[in-house]
């Protein structure tokens, strides 16, 4: 059958939701000659593959033949103990076993939720910009969105406020807290408890993503917006994917009933279950190892890479290029002048020139509209490395301000 034939057949949906550019962007940054900052990929060096090895082998010997059968949607339960008795020792968050699910990565908790609640054309808050793989979530729903600034403390809870009382038909809010991905900012305290207070009074559901909250190098953790949930509207959601490895492809999700048994449903129909044999050994890990340990490992590593970052785009980028300074997480966001296209610029100068590649604004905002900015990572490569890159990427960027043939290329 051919193509377009092909495609007459599939859903509406799935016809508007083109990720082509970005799956450009990634293939492209997979060649060997480039610098990739565009992965949000961790350190493969941290990953505690023995200790996984040694957790995998235990799960097994100690399940037997019965860990290979089908089990509980809701995820192992010793698992989910342990999970619960974490959210009350780093995220502030009491809740029992029964309020958590175990999740395909932090992934099919997005989507799960987005199931639960979004039907076609539905008002639902993002910020702008975005993780842009909630957004590929999202859209497969089809809702209508209303973009909410990020500042230097997180959502721009003011802003919402307005859209809010302008629309009180959005009944989700979708949220990354802390280490905002991609800017790299927090939420700060005042907003995570303003924000439940509007949820309660426009009767909304939050979707509060946080899978870079225990990957902080400067300052204090704060409390999980979860924290402040009042009425049973915050779903909270995280991951081992940045903690302990990406192959995992395990995530958790909290939620107050009736949500989570609604979520616990939609699972079943989707794949029924996440695999016993990984949740068994992500288990056992957590018996028998310190993960705080290996935490504070990882941000220490970390956070010599973000300050090799952080004093690269110091020394190499005109002054006309902002960035932000992230106190966690994996990302920092650079805001280039006005009119610039950054992803024009990455095909037609960063790429070819320097051999860098990053993440361009339009596709982590709902609108795509936004042009003049990108995302860098920081935590999948050495400080070399990470200096080298930035060094090649400032020289084009300071070109911008001097060299009207490459300054044509990027703004026309």
């Not at 190098?217 to 302990?244: C, M, Q």
């Not at 100068?349 to 609108?367: D, R």
Request: proline share 5%; aromatic share 8%.
């Amino acid at each position: 059958m051919g193509e377009i034939i092909m495609k007459n057949l599939f859903a509406n949906r799935v016809l508007n939701n083109d990720t082509s550019d970005l799956n450009e962007i990634f293939k492209n940054s997979a060649n060997p000659e480039n610098i990739s900052f565009a992965g949000g990929f961790p350190d493969n060096r941290l990953f505690p593959d023995h200790a996984l090895q040694a957790a995998y082998q235990d799960a097994i010997n100690r399940g037997g033949q019965a860990l290979f059968q089908y089990a509980s949607t809701q995820g192992l339960a010793t698992l989910r103990q342990k999970l619960a008795e974490r959210m009350a020792n780093h995220a502030d968050v009491q809740v029992t076993a029964d309020n958590i699910m175990l999740t395909q990565g932090g992934q099919q908790a997005i989507d799960l939720v987005a199931k639960l609640l979004l039907n076609h054309g539905d008002a639902m808050a993002v910020e702008g910009p975005t993780y842009m793989g909630a957004l590929a979530a999202f859209d497969t729903y089809e809702p209508t969105y209303y973009e909410i600034p990020v500042d230097h403390d997180g959502m721009d809870i003011r802003y919402l406020r307005h859209t809010l009382k302008a629309h009180p038909e959005i009944k989700l809010i979708y949220t990354v807290p802390d280490f905002h991905n991609p800017t790299g900012t927090t939420m700060s305290l005042q907003r995570r408890k303003d924000l439940v207070a509007l949820a309660n009074q426009y009767d909304a559901i939050i979707l509060e993503d946080s899978p870079y909250r225990d990957l902080r190098y400067d300052g204090t953790n704060l409390p999980a917006i979860k924290h402040f949930d009042t009425e049973g509207r915050v779903v909270f959601i995280s991951s081992f994917s940045k903690i302990l490895s990406p192959a995992l492809r395990t995530g958790w999700l909290v939620a107050d009933e009736p949500l989570i048994q609604a979520l616990v449903n939609l699972k079943s129909a989707t794949d029924v279950q996440s695999s016993s044999v990984t949740l068994a050994a992500i288990d056992s890990y957590l018996a028998h190892n310190d993960i705080d340990q290996h935490i504070a490992n990882l941000n220490a590593a970390y956070q010599i890479k973000r300050d090799a970052m952080l004093n690269a785009l110091d020394r190499y980028f005109p002054a006309n290029v902002s960035f932000t300074r992230p106190a966690g997480g994996f990302f920092i966001w650079v805001v280039l002048p006005q009119g610039v296209d950054a992803k024009q610029l990455l095909k037609d100068v960063i790429l070819p020139q320097a051999h860098v590649a990053y993440v361009p604004a339009a596709c982590q905002f709902a609108h795509r509209k936004v042009t003049n900015g990108f995302r860098l990572n920081f935590t999948g490569l050495d400080p070399v490395t990470i200096t080298t890159g930035i060094k090649r990427l400032g020289g084009i960027l300071q070109h911008l301000n001097v060299d009207t043939t490459v300054a044509k290329v990027a703004l026309s």
